[in-house]
């Protein structure tokens, strides 16, 4: 949570950080590029012979298909609690889910990755879709916790050197929280920031989605980090310890570019193991699996690797708005990983 570009910091030292090296993306240094040099350095091909590939199961993956009645959902050896859904969101509700995640939920009350900085920001998404900037309102001098900040059109006379764009804060957004929201100074959920009540739509979902990890019981989604993911973005290691009852489980669904999943142990020195997760698919966290170390060190965002389903059909038509989300979606990620906080 909030640690996307997170390091382990341990220099390679432990079994999830080398894993996290083995599938980072590397990319040839600007320096090497154009060098003609013979001693420069080679880009690490990546082994991805070892990662799970729901898709293409086989027996002795270590993987077991689970009798669910509504649909596939399998559970992976030694790791109890742990549940994947291939495909659980379907085609045309992943267009909607990357939708609502771009256009909605960004908005207040809501807090994002950009409010520490700039308090309160409305309409992020339509004003990079109309290029608009981000200009001071208020007291010109005061300080950033009371500024406020709007996206007003760019104007002849503003002066345009060191003016935001929409645009750069739609593609630097990292996170944005959706019902009860957390306090990162306080490591908590706190109540009495105000907060808009949990999406209907997705809170039905959720619940329908954590059936498996549920015995019975009904999960309710009461918070959820939905996480933004461009091209050279990961998220590191990393264990969330911040609800009441960790027996609940985590609900996180993937949408838009494929990405490598690692699912350790419950300290970094437990060796992960990697999957691959696409658009629709769902990951289930529950019982022990909740205290696992897990973490995303990949993301493929080139046409072929990508895995990205044909949208093309939904942006038919010229409706503006969503050819623009495809454009973004191309290259990106969003998960919405959801909680039962209390
Ligand atoms: C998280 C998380 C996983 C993912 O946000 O806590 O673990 O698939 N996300 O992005
Ligand atoms: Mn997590």
Redesign the pocket.
């Known amino acids: 949570?909030g640690y996307l570009d997170a390091q382990a910091g341990d220099g390679g030292r432990t079994a999830f950080r080398r894993a996290e090296k083995k599938y980072k993306l590397y990319k040839q240094s600007t320096t090497h590029k154009h060098s003609s040099c013979r001693s420069r350095m080679e880009i690490p091909v990546t082994d991805l012979s070892q990662v799970i590939d729901f898709e293409r199961i086989r027996d002795g993956d270590g993987v077991t298909r689970l009798d669910h009645s509504d649909f596939p959902v399998y559970a992976l050896e030694g790791h109890t609690g742990f549940f994947f859904i291939p495909r659980a969101v379907p085609h045309d509700q992943q267009f909607h889910w990357i939708r609502e995640a771009l256009t909605v939920f960004p908005e207040p009350p809501n807090r994002t990755s950009h409010s520490a900085h700039y308090g309160p920001l409305f309409g992020l998404w339509s004003s990079a879709t109309k290029k608009r900037v981000l200009s001071p309102t208020g007291p010109e001098n005061g300080d950033l916790f009371v500024r406020k900040w709007e996206f007003a059109d760019p104007g002849d006379e503003r002066k345009q050197e060191g003016v935001v764009s929409a645009t750069a804060l739609l593609r630097k957004l990292r996170w944005a929280t959706l019902g009860v929201q957390f306090d990162w100074s306080k490591r908590a959920y706190d109540i009495s920031i105000p907060y808009r009540s949990f999406p209907p739509a997705l809170s039905e979902l959720a619940t329908k989605l954590a059936s498996p990890a549920m015995n019975g019981d009904q999960f309710r989604a009461e918070a959820a980090i939905v996480n933004f993911f461009g091209p050279d973005d990961m998220l590191g290691g990393?264990i969330?310890d911040m609800e009441a009852d960790w027996s609940k489980p985590?609900v996180s669904i993937s949408l838009g570019c494929k990405a490598i999943f690692l699912l350790g142990g419950e300290t970094r020195d437990d060796p992960p193991v990697a999957m691959f997760l696409r658009s629709g698919d769902c990951v289930l966290m529950a019982g022990p699996s909740r205290r696992c170390f897990?973490g995303v060190p990949r993301i493929f965002t080139g046409c072929k690797e990508s895995d990205l389903p044909d949208f093309s059909a939904l942006a038919m038509g010229e409706i503006k708005e969503n050819v623009a989300i495809l454009d973004y979606i191309q290259q990106s990620r969003i998960n919405i990983?959801i909680r039962q906080v209390f």
């Open positions: 949570m990393h969330d985590i897990h990983n």
